[in-house]
């Protein structure tokens, strides 16, 4: 190790040069590389990934994949019994079925009452979806979120108005045509970093925190691009490098 720092000290810019290419290939390189990615996750051995797994074949989606769930809050007075509520949550389920190709719908209406359904109140019901997975979205489902927000878009039941959430709702941009990339989303939380980093160092060291993690970040997705190559990478090996580019800015 002492060895390969002295070549290192007295090769300055050699060193520099290298990681810079790197760098730059990386970068050039990242997009390739989590599309490279395999989508699929397993994790063999465990009950719940088993059961996932049984109801996926048995229904042909559910398990791992999260439902989209439209809400409605009934007004004051009105009952989740009543012939209009029946009626709007089966329309609801209709609208989704229609909108939705293959999924799987489920409510107080069409389950003859099932209490599940409800709040404490007896105020709050919803409709429970099971949407398939869309393509090359990691086992997520923003296809059916667009589709059910635009079917179910001012629709109400019994007065309520009817929304959509869940987990994929909530990780959705909802629909906006525009708004920050990644690249924005980068520079305005390194400049961030380099503000607090600026403050704790007090001099212009405070840079080389965020001059290390984008240089290795980036070389790590050039490495997971050449592992795609040799065996199925899955997904989570660049979820990891996205989640640890802020870590390593906090932690810097």
């Known amino acids: 190790m002492t ?10 810019r050699i060193v520099a040069g290298f990681w810079l290419v790197l760098m730059l290939v990386g970068m050039g390189t990242a997009g390739k590389a989590s599309k490279a990615l395999n989508s699929q996750y397993s994790n063999p051995g465990h009950e719940s990934y088993t059961t996932n797994l049984a109801i996926s074949r048995e229904f042909g989606n559910g398990g791992s994949g ?5 809400v409605v809050t009934l007004p004051a007075g009105v009952s989740v019994r009543s012939p209009a509520v029946t009626s709007g949550l089966n329309d609801v389920a209709a609208r989704i079925e229609h909108a939705v190709p293959h999924v799987r719908v489920a409510s107080f209406a069409s389950t003859r009452g099932d209490r ?25 489902s923003p296809l059916a979120v667009k589709q059910a927000n635009a079917v179910l878009k001012g629709v109400a039941v019994a007065g309520g108005a009817v929304h959509v959430t869940g987990l994929d709702a909530l990780m ?17 939380g390194a400049l961030g970093a380099l503000v607090v980093l600026a403050f704790v160092f007090g001099s212009v060291l405070a840079v080389v925190p965020l001059i290390t993690a984008l240089v290795s970040i980036m070389t790590s997705f ?31």
């Open 172 to 188: 959705s941009p909802g629909g906006q045509k525009s708004g920050p990339n990644l690249l924005l989303e980068g520079m305005i």
């Open 116 to 140: 599940a359904f409800v709040s404490r109140d007896g105020r709050t019901t919803f409709v429970i979806a099971y949407p398939p997975p869309s393509p090359n979205a990691y086992g997520a």
């Open 66 to 70: 999260a439902p989209l769930l439209a």
């Open 3 to 12: 060895a390969i720092v002295r070549w290192c000290l007295q090769h300055k």
């Open 222 to 252: 050039l490495l997971i691009w050449g592992l795609t190559a040799v065996w199925t990478t899955p997904w989570t090996a660049g979820m990891s490098l996205r989640v640890y580019l802020p870590s390593s800015r906090r932690c810097s």
